[in-house]
């Protein structure tokens, strides 16, 4: 069973930044692709952003502001956003691809607002 928490999540200003956390269950170099992304009120979920072995994409609203990384030692994936505003206002999900199938964590908000 994978389990994945978020966290990192809350209110910050536009122009603020925020990094999210995605604390995964086991290791994160046995899943196919990880990645973020995010559902706003009344909105699809999309995609963030996405690394798959060496791979990274990145959505065109991230526009370099949005960074995704991780840590194989504490099988950990990052979303680090600079440049925030108040359109990324959405709830964050981390997603991993094991064997064709996504998981998904919780969720955690993040409000850009001032």
């Known amino acids: 069973q994978v389990q994945l928490v978020e966290s990192g999540g809350g209110l910050v200003q536009p122009g603020g930044s925020l990094r999210l956390s995605c604390a995964a269950s086991?290791?994160?170099?046995?899943?196919?692709?990880m990645g973020w992304y995010r559902q706003a009120p009344g909105k699809q979920r999309e995609l963030v952003a996405q690394?798959?072995?060496?791979?990274?994409n990145y959505a065109g609203f991230v526009k370099e502001r949005f960074t995704i990384s991780r840590d194989g030692a504490k099988n950990t994936l990052f979303l680090q956003m600079n440049s925030l505003k108040p359109e990324d206002t959405a709830v964050y999900y981390c997603?991993?691809?094991?064997?064709?199938?996504?998981?998904w964590g919780q969720g955690t908000q993040v409000t850009v607002s001032s």
């Open positions: 997603s991993a691809l094991a064997s064709g199938y996504r998981h």
């Open positions: 086991g290791s994160i170099f046995g899943f196919q692709a």
């Open positions: 690394i798959s072995g060496s791979i990274i």
